[in-house]
């Protein structure tokens, strides 16, 4: 059986798990980590790379294995191996080595992302699924006004996606998406600088005039977000002269008449916690405050002291007793354990959740003992 990452030069060599993608096996030290909750944002970008290529992931596979040089190459070998053609999709060399690719054969295409950086290597690949979709629409057709901001990104989404063919990972579609997934979480002050971006890989890959509008669509959609209607009112103008102005009236009349909303009344500040008020008894747990080097300071357990409402305690097996000042929230132990030697200071503070007793001796021995309420 070939290994991948070999140059399947040596079948002594130990193999590590077996691919669920193609007849091969991994180097020995790749680890699959298929599931991980910290791949979610790897996974979502592969599936960016899939949708590219016109399609989805039917079957997915994460691996990932102490760098080594040249193994990318390597691995690119296995494949022609394997009977693959591989094929480059976007390189970027900042703060590492990333690589979407396609590799293909009659009867299976795969597409992933290898990323080489701080000595690990993470290898995402799936089987690709080619969509089927109707022939694009040659101009944006929906007619609807949209009523809220979500509705209208939808509107733009819909339209869109009615223009695009197939198209590669730095394409317009690829920035189109992203946009409006930045405009959705409320996040429109970078919104500029990707469309700009955008325009630029279009300057590379070839405009076309529905890309532009749409650009210029969603730079409008960012100024009613921030409130820039002298901005908007100039997009928008531009956009009522371009060749698309029908198709994208009706998000340009709703981004016309849109208004912020209303901004939420400021909180009421919730009152500060100071000491005094009733009394809670109960267990508190304590914990001796102990200072460290450089400012940093350890927390040691001091065990549970339990008042209780006749003014009296319990602390380390041992009775005493207490008073209680409601009014300063004071307490004065008389009896007992803290007598021997008695806090310089101990003050009962009533917090929203919580109630605490801080216990301070002259010589920086600070307790602070809690308890939920």
Excluded at 79 to 87: A, F, I, M, Q, S
Excluded at 269 to 275: H, I
Aim: charged share 15%; aromatic share 8%; hydrophobic share 40%.
């Amino acid at each position: 059986m070939p290994t991948l990452l070999t140059l399947l030069l040596s079948s002594a060599l130990a193999a590590g798990p077996q691919s669920t993608l193609v007849d091969a096996a991994f180097i020995d030290g790749a680890e699959v980590v298929s599931g991980a909750p910290e791949l979610a944002d790897f996974a979502a970008a592969l599936r960016e790379v899939a949708a590219a290529e016109n399609g989805n992931c039917a079957k997915s596979e994460y691996l990932i294995w102490d760098s080594q040089t040249g193994m990318d190459a390597q691995f690119q070998r296995g494949l022609k191996t394997l009977g693959y053609t591989y094929t480059p999709l976007v390189t970027d060399r900042e703060g590492g080595y990333f690589e979407s690719f396609k590799a293909s054969k009659p009867g299976s295409t795969l597409v992933g992302l290898w990323a080489d950086s701080d000595g690990t290597t993470l290898l995402g690949w799936c089987l690709l699924k080619v969509a089927q979709t109707a022939a694009p629409a040659a101009t944006p057709t929906s007619t609807s006004r949209p009523t809220t901001m979500n509705s209208a990104l939808d509107h733009i989404q819909r339209l869109w996606d009615s223009t695009q063919p197939p198209t590669g990972m730095f394409s317009a579609n690829w920035h189109v998406e992203n946009i409006i997934y930045t405009l959705r979480s409320g996040s429109p002050a970078g919104v500029r600088i990707q469309t700009n971006a955008a325009r630029t890989a279009l300057s590379q890959s070839g405009t076309r005039a529905v890309d532009l509008a749409f650009l210029n669509l969603l730079d409008a959609v960012a100024a009613a977000q921030l409130g820039q209607r002298p901005e908007l009112t100039k997009l928008l103008e531009g956009i009522s002269q371009g060749a698309y102005a029908v198709p994208l009236r009706p998000v340009s009349q709703f981004l016309q008449a849109y208004q912020l909303p209303k901004a939420a009344p400021p909180a009421v500040p919730t009152p500060a916690a100071g000491p005094g008020g009733t009394l809670v008894p109960g267990d508190y747990s304590c914990w001796l405050e102990r200072p460290g080097p450089n400012g940093t300071r350890s927390d040691v357990p001091r065990g549970t002291l339990t008042l209780r409402t006749n003014g009296t305690y319990t602390y380390m097996g041992k009775s005493g007793t207490f008073r209680y000042n409601a009014a300063s929230g004071v307490v004065t132990f008389t009896a007992g354990y803290f007598t021997n030697p008695t806090p310089e200071r101990t003050s009962w503070i009533r917090h929203q959740k919580t109630a605490q007793i801080d216990i301070h001796w002259a010589y920086a021995n600070d307790w602070s003992c809690g308890m939920n309420l």
